[in-house]
């Protein structure tokens, strides 16, 4: 009994390379259901072994960090040479001393791509600047092809999207408070009629225009691109509002679905 304790315990201690090829030996000295049964725990801990050595298999290092080929050699002798560039991932939890810099080369990664993509945000909006208004629902406020209708339609960055801000005074940056004239991709102007907001296809002169106010807290003065803004206009004060794809111009509030924010139109 002593003995068969003993062989047990030693096969559930083993590696999985060891225990498939016990199984394999234990296996060919039996027949019938027991045999097929002992197969099947065969083929498993064969997948088991498989894994084990993929999992011990390709790792990879932190490109171009300090120490990295000191990392690749240590990385190197712990999976048996066997170096490859698989997730990094796989040998972070092997490796708990990368922990800190794999952490730290992501931060700065993360950083780099807000910074790219926020590049322009912060300089001020100057009249006859192309810029973009987006909803709180992250869908852009653009003009229809021959229509008065303006929608809030999708989050794809279109040419009907483009928008020209102007100031009454044709130069300088935009400002709060400003009346200004926001220009369709396909001539027009923005327009609030009643609780409609259109485009009216007219000359500039023969437009209201909007007043543009930026957001409480944010601050007032000059306009900047990621600013939150909000367009009054139309002979009861009403603002600008987007419910779903539909831009309209119903209340007197500065509310959530009257907030958009402006950023410089870019090309795709």
Not at 40 to 53: I, P, Q
Request: glycine share 10%; with cysteine.
């Amino acid at each position: 009994a002593q003995a068969k304790y003993n062989s047990l315990h030693n096969f559930v201690q083993a590696s999985p390379e060891t225990m498939a090829v016990d199984t394999g030996k234990f296996c060919a000295r039996r027949s019938g259901a027991a045999g097929a049964a002992v197969r099947r725990l065969g083929v498993c801990l064969g997948m088991v072994t498989a894994l084990s050595a993929w999992a011990k298999g390709p790792v990879s290092f932190i490109h171009s960090s300090a120490g990295a080929h000191e990392q690749f050699e240590m990385l190197a002798t712990r999976s048996g040479n066997r170096v490859g560039f698989g997730s990094v991932h796989q040998h972070i939890t092997r490796s708990p001393e990368l922990v800190v810099m794999y952490a730290a080369k992501k931060k700065a990664t993360k950083k780099s791509k807000e910074a790219a993509s926020t590049a322009s945000e912060g300089e001020t909006i100057q009249s006859g600047d192309e810029v973009v208004l987006i909803s709180r629902t992250g869908c852009y406020i653009n003009a229809e092809e021959r229509s008065e209708d303006i929608k809030a339609r999708a989050k794809i960055l279109a040419p009907r999207a483009k928008l020209i801000i102007e100031n009454e005074a044709d130069k300088g940056p935009i400002k709060h408070g400003d009346r200004v004239y926001i220009k369709g991709f396909n001539g027009g102007y923005f327009d609030i009629q009643g609780d409609r907001a259109r485009m009216k296809m007219a000359d500039k002169s023969r437009c209201n225009g909007l007043e543009i106010w930026k957001k409480q807290g944010t601050g007032q003065g000059e306009v900047f691109s990621g600013d939150a803004i909000f367009l009054k206009g139309g002979e009861r004060g009403t603002y600008i509002d987007v419910e779903e794809q539909n831009v309209q111009a119903r209340w007197p509030d500065e509310g959530k679905w009257q907030e958009l924010h402006i950023e410089f139109w870019r090309e795709k």
